[in-house]
């Protein structure tokens, strides 16, 4: 079984939490681990593979239950029909060719020159908005590799992060508080709605992913936030989202706003009372 792979190395290089691969082997039939000597789950490579193109369906929205158990040949006719999305626009292709052809440097550089001539707003509306959606695209398609997307992360919350430092230095009230809850990794969305409330002078606290409810219920209290914002990616359960919602509406003061975005959230409809589904990034309640 040398050319098989632990559960961790699949977690790892799939983005899929093990507790989430144990699931859905029990739910779906996949993916279909053997036994190593001493117990332990092993994977063949092209099983990861395979997890690696269900997570890349995943960050474009498509539900776990919808695609997991699908053929191979069913889940590559879903990325193929993905081809067709807007054309982006010539920046955004720029940046893309940066991404895929430099040492990062340029892809920094560029973000800068858009991000002074434009404003924040504007780089994240027409600039990282669509770029993401476009990484995603190619992402589903197998046109970008995983350490491509590693980079851009990295080199986009750099640069986000710094600029946010500067914004927030005049920032005032409203005080936001944003996290995600345990389960959700992805926090760029987080991050771009920083932004966007940086560059109306709204202070805010980022806490990041993966905060426990009732330490998030704490820091709102201990920060004397006015707006809590929560963001829950396609990948996050969507059955808990409303519980976790309901909760924590129950432990926070009703003077405090709930703020949730992402796409996990796209079809919740009747939200608690003092909470406000973000739909664009453009269109913030503020």
């Known amino acids: 079984m040398n050319d098989w792979l632990s559960i961790g190395a699949v977690e790892r290089d799939s983005g899929i939490a093990r507790d989430t691969l144990r699931v859905w082997e029990r739910r779906y039939g996949f993916p279909e681990p053997l036994r190593n000597p001493r117990g332990e789950r092993v994977y ?7 997890l690696q193109q269900i997570r890349r369906l995943m960050d474009q929205g498509h539900r776990p239950g919808k695609i997991v158990a699908l053929s191979d040949a069913d889940l590559l006719q879903l990325e193929n029909s993905l081809s067709g999305s807007d054309e982006p626009e010539a920046h955004v292709k720029q940046l893309v060719n940066l991404l895929q052809n430099t040492d990062g440097s340029g892809l920094e550089d560029a973000f800068d ?3 002074k001539q434009h404003g924040m707003e504007y780089f994240i509306v027409h600039t990282v908005a669509p770029l993401l959606r476009n990484i995603g695209e190619l992402w589903v398609r197998g046109r970008l590799d995983i350490f491509e997307e590693h980079f851009l992360s990295v080199t986009l919350t750099r640069f986000l992060n710094n600029k946010i430092s500067i914004l ?3 920032a005032g009230r409203p005080r936001a508080l944003l996290a995600t809850l345990p389960g959700e990794q992805h926090t760029l969305g987080l991050l771009m709605v920083s932004s966007m409330l940086s ?3 709204i202070s805010v606290i980022n806490l990041g992913a993966e905060v426990p409810l009732d330490q998030l219920v704490a820091a709102t209290d201990r920060y004397d936030a006015d707006i809590v914002g929560i963001t829950f990616s396609a990948a996050y359960p969507y059955e808990n989202i409303r519980g976790d919602l309901n909760e924590l509406r129950d432990y926070i003061e009703q003077d405090v706003d709930i703020w949730i975005g992402g796409d996990g959230v796209t079809r919740l409809r009747k939200l608690p009372a003092g909470v406000t589904k973000l739909t664009s990034l453009d269109k913030l309640p503020v």
Do not use: A, C, D
Request: glycine share 6%.
């Open 44 to 50: 063949p490579v092209e099983q990861l593979r395979k």
């Open 113 to 115: 020159s858009i991000y």
């Open 168 to 170: 927030q230095r005049y």
């Open 199 to 201: 560059s109306h002078g």
